[in-house]
């Protein structure tokens, strides 16, 4: 049996929880949202109650002035004291998710009992694609367009892949003011490269247990950065999953529940 969802606001953060069962936090990519992690979380359901958090300026949470990974780990520490009354809880994030994760566990290892980091390092990346997203996603003019179908067409010369391009898309709404942008783009596009950056942390290394999944076909975890691994997270297990690039939960989501559920049970 499918336990139903609810949404609502913690701590400041648009929430959906899915299930019952020992609290599993969700944090999506960038561009992304809470709902990116739905049919993990409907796999998991009768097991763990997931929570599938809007990070701050994407999809319904609230925008701020600005962005860095400690700010938006403080915020999913909130929503975790909120939640939880402070209890550990398991921790899995993706991409920019991942690092938020990772600082989560770092600053506020109390709050995290295992943390699961998806095809993300901590580490710069310094060439990457979402540089030609967001410099797409800025030249539509939204008061002249007519559809998303429009939009979809138009974001095809800086956003070659389709499925990338619907999952931008999934960000652009329309309401009574016409097309808008539902993250904040403006901030997030200006803070790039804070955002593909890895903040310099004064704190222990995180001793909890940590899996790291890794798409086979992705350049985002390598054994150069290996050693940054291993010397802030010392007990962390590589995974790598064949067939699978960035996006490993979506293009392999057998075989990563598979690894999920694996790591959540193990003691």
């Keep these: 049996m499918t336990a139903a969802s609810t949404q609502g606001r913690i701590a400041g953060l648009q929430v959906t929880e ?25 796999q998991l359901n009768a097991d763990y109650t997931c929570l599938l958090v809007d990070m701050p300026n994407h999809g319904r949470s609230a925008w701020t002035d600005h962005v860095s990974y400690p700010e938006m780990a ?17 921790v899995v994030g993706h991409s920019m998710g991942g690092k938020v994760a990772m600082a989560l566990a770092l600053l506020r290892p109390q709050l995290v009992d295992r943390l699961c980091v998806v095809d993300i ?26 559809s998303r179908t429009e939009a979809e067409q138009q974001l095809q010369r800086w956003v070659p892949d389709r499925g990338v391009r ?4 999934q960000n652009l709404r329309r309401d009574d ?3 808008q942008w539902q993250m904040n783009l403006g901030l997030l596009g200006d803070r790039l490269p804070d955002l593909q950056d890895w903040p310099e942390l004064d704190v222990e290394p995180y001793r909890g247990p940590v899996a790291w999944i ?8 390598t054994p150069e950065n290996a050693a940054a691994v291993r010397r802030l997270f010392p007990r962390a297990v590589t995974i790598t999953v064949k067939n699978a690039g960035h996006w490993v939960h979506s293009e392999q989501p057998e075989v990563f529940l598979s690894a999920l559920r694996q790591f959540l049970r193990a003691r």
């Design 18 to 42: 899915i299930g019952s069962g020992p609290l599993v936090v969700f944090c999506h990519g960038l561009f992304g949202q809470g709902k990116n992690w739905t049919s993990i979380a409907k």
């Design 74 to 90: 403080a915020a999913v520490a909130q929503l975790i004291v909120d939640r939880a009354a402070g209890s550990s809880v398991a």
């Design 121 to 146: 390092a901590p580490v710069r990346y310094s060439a990457t694609s979402f540089a030609d997203y967001v410099q797409g996603m800025r030249a539509l003019d939204l008061t002249r367009l007519s």
């Design 166 to 169: 619907s999952f931008l898309l």
């Design 177 to 179: 003011n016409g097309w």
């Design 214 to 221: 890794a798409g086979a076909g992705s350049s985002y975890v």
